[in-house]
């Protein structure tokens, strides 16, 4: 029998790595929490104690067989007179013990009884899993109920820690709402006591919610509400979309219980969550009373940016929690700021950002008040709202009768759905910014726009930009599936929390689009979006008015402008058209700093016009335009702009 699973487990690991690993995967999960290694408890980093691991499993009370291990030092260590301290840690979703088992193993040689287990539904384990629910909390509590008399580990039952991260996190951070678990401190990362909501946040379905209903039966088995889930992610009935909106938060949403936890907490989130929105837990901060600790910024695992220098940090601050709460050493970190994070800014380094570390006594900090900017036509982003009474069209067309089974099942990358699927993108740029710009907290686009149809989706992604690099800072996702078909309507919706310097040179770029995925999601999402785009024909209009804008959080802001430079170009600027590569529609921006004649052509590679974009006669200022290459074939092209003596060429690649 013990051959036999060894086996099993074997082919599980291989056929999870080839999914995750194929350039082809249906289904793209790393949500893997890196779990740090504890303090030695003798402050030397070195292994002090032999291992025992022992495997057991623990009959739930509803007769569901939890498959669990502990490891422990093998011989007692008599200058703890209460028995060793224990840690026991909690995997993420799709996940099993035996991934954790390595880890175990070295931090209890480090002198530390630790404790695993597979959730329900998941690796060994019986059951099925209800998605991370009030039911895999109780679990828990009777998980901790057994080890605090399971006294033959040597541990001390005063000494308990619980961490984890994603799953692993937010069932330790529910348990401890719910009462009756009692330990003495927890670590919950990648969580959010809203984290339902988050998956579904203002009418968009997350791509990683569909993920996470969608693993094969090796690796999860799914209660059968749960299972019916993925049917109606798929569906473009509205009462399945209403299915999803009742059923998901229930059992699972706790904020209205977070006032009831008792146990000292560690919260940590990545501002880059491809999961849940950082705002969850920080709307949730006023509710908790305990001893707490908050870190937002770089953490591994749901798809943000790492940083080597906050890594070493991030050590430095798990080890003072754990030397307070279990070895007891009275650090000071309960007199030190509660709140930790880091900006991310330029410059890139492997293509991520860097990090700039702060701390502060309060959240949200001190003197941060909107800085509002319009949306204005010829796309510019401005402090004034525009007095002209204008409208850009904004359209969602899907062809060929493309459903969002075959988009999915193509990854959305497919000749069918990039056939199919006509992408939409409006680009709104600020004028370069004469100052450092540091943005902390929630944006908000206040939206005025119309649309015929019952549903209706605008995707609004932030960019930093310098010179010719772009790279998504955060989003705004709004579905409006109760539209009222050609009535103009406003609506204000919030963004995915964030903290980000924008430098003096650089501009904020947003970019208005109805498949909401840039080049810097690819190593999580691959060619998946962040949201499901939709599937049905829309005439989207928006009004550049003055219920048009968004709103970005600023620390500080000085003068009336803000950093924000408003005046008419001082020269000519040629910007890289975008998106580049491009299918069939990219667009490209320009200023001119004086009225005149103006042409904008397109050549191929033999030097052949291929089109004409813009040859009139106009006034300075930024433009933008947009460019449909349907009627070309894949290749090189140059686009130059000329006015007056200024002439600039610049390369694009068309890919079909």
């Known amino acids: 029998m013990k051959k036999a699973k060894i086996i099993l487990l074997f082919l599980f690991v291989v056929s999870l790595l080839t999914v995750i690993d194929s350039a082809r995967a249906q289904y793209r999960v790393k949500e893997s ?24 499993t623990l009959t739930l009370r509803d007769n569901v067989v939890l498959d669990c291990s502990r490891y422990y030092p093998s011989t007692a260590d008599t200058s703890f007179h209460n028995g060793y301290p224990a840690v026991i840690m909690c995997h993420g979703f799709g996940e099993r013990k035996e991934l954790l088992d390595t880890l175990a193993s070295k931090q209890s040689a480090y002198g530390y009884v630790v404790y695993s287990y597979s959730m329900r539904g998941q690796g060994y384990s019986g059951g099925q899993s209800n998605l991370i629910s009030s039911t895999e909390a109780m679990d828990l509590v009777e998980y901790v109920n057994f080890i605090r008399t399971d006294f033959h580990t040597r541990l001390d039952t005063s000494s308990i820690l619980i961490m984890g991260g994603s799953q692993g996190g937010i069932i330790p951070y529910m348990a401890a709402c719910m009462g009756n678990l009692h330990v003495k401190c927890i670590i919950s990362a990648l969580a959010s006591p809203e984290f339902a909501s988050s998956w579904i946040e203002n009418g968009s379905v997350k791509m990683t919610y569909l993920w996470s209903l969608s693993y094969p039966p090796d690796t999860v088995r799914y209660a059968p509400q749960i299972a019916a889930m993925q049917n109606w992610v798929l569906s473009s009935s509205p009462d399945k979309w209403d299915s999803i909106a009742t059923w998901l938060p229930q059992t699972r949403n706790f904020t209205s219980i977070v006032g009831f936890n008792k146990i000292p907490i560690l919260l940590e989130n990545a501002w880059e969550d491809k999961f849940f ?76 950002w860097s990090f700039v570390h702060d701390s502060s006594a309060v959240w949200p900090l001190n003197n941060v008040s909107n800085l509002n900017l319009y949306f204005k036509p010829g796309s510019g982003l401005k402090t004034t709202a525009s007095t002209a009474n204008t409208s850009v069209a904004f359209n969602n067309v899907v062809t060929g009768g493309l459903t969002m089974q075959q988009a999915v099942e193509g990854e959305f990358n497919s000749p069918l759905f990039l056939t199919n699927f006509h992408r939409t993108s409006l680009i709104f740029d600020t004028d370069t910014l004469t100052q450092d710009m ?32 772009s790279k998504l800072v955060t989003r705004i996702n709004y579905t409006d599936r109760y539209n009222i078909p050609n009535t103009r309507k406003n609506a204000a919706v919030n963004g995915i929390s964030h903290s980000h310097i924008f430098l003096r040179g650089d501009m904020i770029r947003v970019v208005v689009t109805n498949f909401d995925r840039t080049p810097d999601d690819s190593l999580f999402l ?120 200024y002439m600039e060429t610049k390369k694009m690649i068309l890919l079909k």
Request: charged share 10%; with cysteine.
């Open 33 to 56: 929490y890196d779990f740090p290694l504890l303090p030695s408890i003798r402050g030397v980093q070195t292994a002090l104690y032999t291992t025992i691991k022992e495997n057991f």
């Open 438 to 469: 540091k943005m902390s907290g929630t944006p908000i686009i206040n939206m005025d726009y119309a649309s015929n149809s019952n549903v209706c989706q605008f995707n609004f992604q932030i960019f930093d930009v310098r010179g010719t690099n």
């Open 526 to 645: 691959a060619t998946n979006p962040h949201v499901l785009p939709l599937m049905n024909n829309s005439s989207n209009t928006l009004y550049l008015s003055s219920n048009f804008f968004i709103s970005l959080p600023m620390l500080n802001l000085t003068s009336g402008i803000s950093g924000v430079n408003n005046s008419a170009p001082d020269n000519y600027y040629l910007s890289q058209n975008y998106p580049n590569p491009f299918n069939p529609v990219t667009t490209i921006k320009y200023s001119i700093p004086r009225s005149g004649l103006v042409t904008l052509k397109v050549y191929d590679i033999s030097g052949r016009e291929a089109a004409v974009l813009v040859n009139e006669t106009i006034k300075e200022g930024q433009y933008s335009v947009v460019f449909d290459a349907s009627g070309l074939s894949s290749g090189i092209y140059f686009y130059k702009l000329i006015s007056g003596a």
């Open 277 to 352: 929105n950082t705002m969850g837990n920080i709307n949730s901060i006023p509710l908790v009373s305990v001893p707490k600790r908050y870190y937002f910024g770089a953490v591994k695992g749901h798809g943000g940016d790492t940083s080597a220098t906050e890594n070493l940090w991030h050590m430095n601050f798990f080890n003072e929690w754990f030397s307070y709460w279990l070895l007891k050493i009275n650090n000071g970190i309960l007199t030190r700021p509660k709140f930790h994070f880091a900006f991310t800014s330029y410059p890139l380094i492997n293509n991520m």
